[in-house]
């Protein structure tokens, strides 16, 4: 056994992963790799066999042992159900924040308890910090590639048992890694992994579990101005995936402001939908990784993922929900979405937009 215990590495085929395992072997670590194989409908071309393959041949040449961990079940009752069920409600879930909670550090965490290893691994860029009272949940280096917003909802004792080592590090740097240590991956473009419900398109994944009834485009009067295809597939924001009446190239972009499920309509404004201070934000289902905060603090708030942070302030906590003000105008969020608070660099946790 390594000297620092074993950690089971989630080789997802991409060079992130590879280059985390390569990196743990030579810190010591008793290093398993292993692949995450998940649900995918059977009518979607899926390269799973592809990438599983690539992940072999990294444990190969780093000359580890190489396991398949069945999380298929975990997949499409936790992220592809929920999935279809929020949209059918009316709300814009995250697939990659369900999948990183119910698959990545939920079935192969238990995949790795019932192996008996002591950590597992992934090529996640975001910060694991440890402090004198426990662990913080840090952006990654990569500024472009960080990717602590979507594992707010990881807890102490995950953390405990949980390593990132790539976080520290650029992905210019982390390709140039792989080369030096002749993986195979060091050239392959990202991958998106197993978390395929934000890769593919909406309205035709949808429409295999869900009729979807095309219905009116109205404008702020409430005049129809044009056709969309269903009302559940629109979140708050888009600009495409409908059709406006006597469109010119010269028209300006609409964007989606509202959406009525009971009546089947969205309506749309050539400004981007915005929310200010008046647009308090509620929040269940709350995970705070460290403690929780106090009412009236100030810090970052993220209601997407490639949205810069915007100062914010907690006017009320509870248990598992929370009350946000934003303290300046952001980007109008939709019901489903996480809200991420950050204090700088620190991920605090976060919520589920009600």
């Known amino acids: 056994m390594g000297q620092k215990g074993t950690v089971f590495v989630g ?18 670590y008793n290093v398993v790799g292993v692949f995450i194989k998940v649900w995918h409908p059977e009518w979607l ?7 599983r393959l690539d992940a072999m041949r990294v444990a190969a040449r780093l000359d580890i042992p190489f396991l398949t961990c069945d999380a298929e079940r975990a997949y499409k009752d936790g992220v592809a159900n929920h999935f279809i069920q929020e949209y059918q409600a009316g709300r814009t879930p995250n697939p990659d924040v369900l999948c990183n909670k119910e698959v990545k550090f939920g079935a ?3 995949f790795a308890d019932a192996h008996k290893a002591d950590f597992v691994a992934t090529g996640h860029y975001a910060q694991k910090i440890t402090t004198e009272t426990g662990f913080e949940l840090h952006r990654g280096v990569d500024t472009n590639k960080d990717q602590s917003y979507f594992l707010w909802t990881l807890t102490q004792a995950q953390l405990k ?12 740097d982390i390709r140039k890694e792989a080369a030096k240590a002749g993986l195979i991956t060091s050239e392959k473009k990202d991958s998106q992994g197993i978390c395929f419900l934000g890769h593919i398109d909406i309205k035709e994944f ?26 559940l597939i629109y979140t708050i924001g888009q600009r495409h995936g409908f059709t406006l009446h006597n469109k010119t190239p010269e028209s300006q972009p609409h964007y989606v402001s509202r959406k009525n499920m009971e009546r089947n309509t969205i309506v749309v404004s050539t400004h981007p939908p915005k929310a200010d201070k008046t647009n308090h934000i509620h929040l269940h289902t709350c995970n705070w990784i460290g403690e929780q905060p106090q009412a009236n603090s100030n810090f970052e708030l993220q209601t997407r993922y490639r949205q810069s942070p915007n100062p914010a302030r907690f006017t009320e906590l509870n248990n598992d929900t929370a009350t946000l003000e934003p303290q300046q105008p952001i980007d109008a969020f939709a019901s489903g979405q996480s809200a991420v608070c950050y204090l700088g660099q620190r991920c605090l946790g976060g919520g589920i937009i009600g």
């Open 11 to 28: 080789l997802s085929g991409g060079v992130d992963s590879s280059v985390a395992a390569a990196r743990l072997k030579a810190r010591g």
């Open 45 to 51: 071309s899926c390269n799973w066999e592809q990438e």
């Open 108 to 110: 192969f965490l238990r």
């Open 206 to 231: 949808l429409g295999h579990y869900t009729e979807l009834v095309p219905g009116p485009v109205e404008n702020e009067r409430g005049d129809v101005i044009g056709e969309h295809d269903g009302a």
């Open 161 to 172: 048992r949980i390593l990132l080592p790539v976080g520290d590090t650029k992905k210019e």
